[in-house]
């Protein structure tokens, strides 16, 4: 049966009596009622934590926070307002959009590129898909506390591997100008291998006959991958960036681990901006304005990738 | 290293005789390699002796002269296996809790028909786009209302009910033929008999696909946990490896933050490395983390 495809309800026929209708209504939620006990516990705790959350978010929102001098008082959407007026805010999605463009198209371009060279079935290629995917299951944190040596001025890895190379030694994670990029450099090494297994999946769908016959009329590789590879891909790109735009407003444990949003604000990103509202500043009014803006336009831009995708057959 | 192979079967891309596609491996290989260098350095650092200096930090090759002192300063200043028995229970109560509703979910909207199925359905999808680590600031007071705050329970909470579990397990019931349903309904076998005797026991594969998402995503978990725990001996792995990272690195002691990092990526590098094939297709299957 699919699930899409919803109960079929008696239709009220003019001849039946509406006491006839309602004892078949009732008649059917009984014969439901099987249904609705198996579904209770998981409705139970998606009602506590997901739609009650996205409601008090809401509501919460809508107030001001009680403070000695004043109660809790309906200010509408003053705290929207303080938000959208608030330079850390706009410099915090600022900071996001470069963050998920410039982590998204560089991991996803190396997970094309990994997937490419590494979807023969031999041993080399096995043991370098098994290096390039070790990333993706070490926590954000872990990560962030093998980077922080990396980017150490002056005895760090990088400094003292290449940066002794460059005619001014940058203090990575302590200028303005280059942290946020830096924290960028983590993500991608983090996420590009995760990206790498989807593209592998999508690769098994291009027909071999097709590539092969390709080969023979003298296409070269670039042809095949522009003609007949990349097409075929098309639905795990979207796929992929969907799941690498949400990673990025959602992944914030490096920002957390290493900067606390610094120097001057330049590594601050949404959700750590929410983070400090709410458990530094204790503006749950603000903090859930921030909220309100970001779930607004992920769902908007999940909604919208929801639908390109349903209009193409078959996404992975 | 053959595990992965099973799951790609060979795809030859019809590059004999080319130079571009050899190029883009020699880059792969090449990219592979740095992709390396934080493990390489990490279990370098760990190894190396104090008396190496802090300019021999970053040395990658190995101390001459190893030492397991940075293991044993580490598993002093962090308290390691309480950490790690905090991540643990975390990870099995949610698993277990996610087991009993996303069976029970999965199974009523895999084979039953109710009223307003299509609504209830369309709930649960929402779940996926509301993005929960969004959610924090809401649920955090929930959780203190509740007088779960600083109780593991309370890390684990918003998690017990899964859309994305609901979703796969639904997928996988509905594979099962309802001939053996039907057997079992002769035989006078009661609803929660039959989802335990026959849908259960035929649905492994997709309960341990799921069981690996969701341990490796709460295993890696660091914000939430971070909200609402304070006390010390509650933490988990991620909260007490950043505590202590911030603690080792005042005295830059490198080499014991390296070793403290590769004692929280261990057990599940380890695991992933023996049940490497199980682990890739879980995460093909579910793009979801």
């Not at chain 2, 104090?50 to 030492?67: F, Q, V, Y």
């Not at chain 2, 199974?107 to 779940?127: D, E, S, W």
Request: charged share 10%; hydrophobic share 55%; aromatic share 12%.
């Amino acid at each position: 049966m699919s699930l899409a495809e919803p109960a079929a309800l008696p239709v009220a026929t003019s001849a039946a009596p509406r006491l006839d209708v309602l004892k078949r209504l009732g008649t059917r939620f009984r014969a439901s009622l099987p249904a609705y006990l198996l579904l209770l516990p998981s409705l139970v705790f998606l009602a506590l934590f997901t739609y009650g959350a996205m409601g008090r978010v809401l509501v919460d929102a809508l107030y001001q926070r009680a403070t000695p001098k004043a109660p809790v008082r309906f200010i509408g959407l003053d705290n929207v307002a303080a938000v959208l007026a608030d330079p850390a805010f706009s410099g915090a999605v600022v900071n996001n959009l470069v963050y998920a463009v410039g982590t998204a198209v560089p991991s996803i371009g190396l997970a094309l590129l990994f997937a490419l060279a590494l979807s023969r079935t031999n041993a080399v290629s096995s043991a370098l898909r098994t290096a390039l995917f070790l990333p993706v299951l070490i926590p954000m944190v872990a990560a962030s506390a093998l980077f922080m040596f990396i980017f150490l001025p002056n005895v760090g890895l990088l400094d003292y591997y290449i940066g002794r190379l460059l005619p001014v030694l940058p203090n990575w994670l302590g200028d303005p100008d280059i942290a946020l990029y830096a924290i960028m450099v983590i993500t991608i090494w983090k996420n590009a291998g995760y990206y790498m297994l989807f593209f592998l999946a999508g690769l098994q769908a291009v027909p071999e006959d097709v590539m092969e016959a390709a080969h023979l009329d003298g296409a070269g590789p670039y042809m095949r991958l522009r003609h007949i590879i990349l097409p075929e891909l098309k639905p795990t790109f979207l796929f992929v960036t969907v799941i690498a735009t949400l990673n990025a407003v959602t992944q914030v444990d490096h920002v957390f681990v290493m900067t606390q949003g610094g120097p001057s604000n330049s590594t601050n990103l949404v959700l750590f901006y929410i983070y400090q509202q709410a458990v530094e500043h204790y503006d749950v009014g603000k903090a859930s304005a921030a909220t309100l803006l970001t779930l607004a336009a992920l769902m908007g831009l999940t909604a919208l990738s929801f639908r390109t995708m349903a209009n193409r057959e078959g996404g992975p | 290293m053959k595990l992965f192979d099973r799951l790609f079967r060979d795809a030859p891309l019809a590059t004999r005789g080319e130079i571009t596609p050899k190029l883009g491996f020699l880059l792969t290989v090449l990219l592979a390699i740095v992709w390396l260098i934080p493990f390489l350095w990490m279990v370098v650092a760990t190894l190396r002796p104090a008396s190496d200096g802090i300019n021999a930090m970053a040395e990658l090759m190995p101390s001459l002269k190893p030492t397991l002192d940075n293991v044993r300063d580490a598993w002093e200043i962090g308290d390691f296996p309480r950490y790690t028995l905090n991540t643990t229970i975390i990870c099995a109560g949610i698993l277990l809790v996610q087991f009993a509703t996303i069976t029970l979910a999965g199974f009523a909207f895999a084979r039953l028909a109710f009223v307003g199925k299509t609504l209830i359905f369309y709930l649960f999808l929402m779940q996926l786009m509301l993005v929960p680590v969004l959610l924090i600031v809401p649920n955090l007071s929930l959780v203190a209302q509740l007088g779960l705050y600083d109780t593991l329970t309370g890390v684990m909470m918003p998690f017990f009910a899964s859309a994305f579990g609901t979703f796969l397990m639904r997928q996988a019931f509905e594979a099962i033929p309802t001939e053996l349903e039907d057997a079992a309904l002769i035989d006078g076998a009661s609803l929660f008999q039959r989802i335990r005797h026959i849908y259960v026991p035929l649905s492994v594969p997709s309960f341990s696909a799921f069981a690996i998402i969701s341990v490796t995503s709460h295993w890696n978990d660091f914000l939430w946990p971070l909200m609402v725990i304070n006390s010390p001996d509650k933490r988990p792995l991620t909260v007490g490896l950043s505590v202590f990272t911030k603690t080792a690195e005042g005295t830059q002691a490198w080499g014991t933050i390296a070793a403290g990092t590769l004692m929280v990526i261990a057990p599940l590098l380890i695991t992933f490395l023996i049940f490497q094939k199980r682990f890739i297709s879980s995460f093909v299957t579910s793009g979801i983390k």
